[in-house]
């Protein structure tokens, strides 16, 4: 948000905009000189305030992508141009998220908790209208028609992912597995670790068996572990997701769960969390299978997509506002 600061020189009331960004973990303040307050008017206010937020955020967004190169390994299709783009999205999500109101926060967050948990429940095959869903999470309301499983599904996911806006938790083997046992409960008994090899229907893989799970599990930790400050965060999180998704450790809820903790890695990394719509649903998967013979272009295409995409049709109409 930008300030508007007086300051007294002998006699005379002198006008300046203050704005202050956060950058990492500093915060800097900067400051522009407008003029003598009698010279004013309201129009040219607005006029140098836009001016002066375009300026700050361009400075901040050339910063960043320049402090990202240094840090971070960027593989194709991610290059200066993309990175800058994120950037300025991102930067600008966070600009909201500082600027509104604590209620007004909540409210935006409930309503993109309940757009990306109805999206993923029906990538999933979730038969829940979002006009159903809203009314089962927000209002308690179920129809006497309704699947019990999918109302448990709407509820446990929504509950689930609220809390993951704002988890602190480091992410770990008992991290997952409460997160999958909060996901099924009351849907599924098989909690933990999967007992049965299963399949994926649509893409041709074989996935872990169900006695090298820990193991696998384990090591996609330990790859997380060494990459969370190597690889850009959002490469990080889809490439996590995909070794996930072909691990597939638990007998239901790995797309549900493997989603959220996507999410989970952006969040971390102080990014904005995505959505995959389920209209996507083909080309979401044949990047997963593309990905499973190392071809790691195409998931990171469809990052990108879903990144600008969620922003553009989400976030925007916020910033815009404010």
Request: aromatic share 12%; no cysteine; glycine share 2%.
């Amino acid at each position: 948000m930008v300030f508007v600061q007086e300051r007294k020189t002998k006699g005379a009331v002198y006008l300046y905009l203050e704005k202050s960004i956060r950058i990492g973990k500093s915060v800097f303040k900067l400051s522009r000189y407008m003029g003598r307050k009698e010279d004013i008017t309201k129009d040219i206010l607005k006029k140098e305030k836009k001016a002066f937020v375009l300026d700050v955020n361009k400075n901040a967004v050339d910063f960043l992508a320049k402090q990202i190169e240094k840090k971070y390994v960027i593989h194709y299709p991610l290059n200066r141009e993309a990175i800058h783009s994120l950037e300025e999205m991102n930067l600008k999500y966070r600009e909201i998220k500082h600027t509104v109101s604590k209620n007004d926060w909540e409210d935006i967050k409930k309503r993109f908790v309940a757009n990306f948990v109805f999206e993923s429940n029906a990538l999933e095959g979730n038969s829940l209208t979002l006009k159903n869903f809203s009314e089962i999470v927000f209002e308690n309301k179920i129809s006497s028609s309704a699947d019990l499983r999918e109302v448990y599904d709407a509820k446990n996911s929504y509950r689930v992912f609220s809390k993951l806006l704002t988890a602190k938790k480091e992410m770990s083997e008992s991290f997952i597995l409460d997160l999958h046992k909060q996901i099924v409960k009351n849907i599924d008994a098989r909690t933990g670790y999967k007992k049965l090899p299963n399949i994926i229907l649509g893409r041709k893989i074989s996935l872990v068996q169900p006695k090298d799970v820990p193991d696998e599990i384990r090591k996609l930790l330990q790859w997380y572990n060494s990459n969370k400050d190597r690889i850009y965060p959002l490469e990080l999180a889809f490439r996590f997701h995909h070794r996930f998704e072909r691990i597939h450790p638990f007998a239901d809820g790995n797309g549900r769960v493997g989603r959220m903790l996507l999410n989970y890695i952006l969040i971390k990394h102080r990014y904005y969390p995505v959505i995959i719509r389920k209209t996507y649903r083909n080309k979401y998967l044949k990047t997963l299978e593309a990905a499973d013979h190392e071809q790691y272009i195409p998931l990171m295409r469809f990052a990108l997509e879903k990144a600008k995409e969620t922003y553009a049709k989400f976030f925007e109409v916020y910033y815009n506002y404010i």
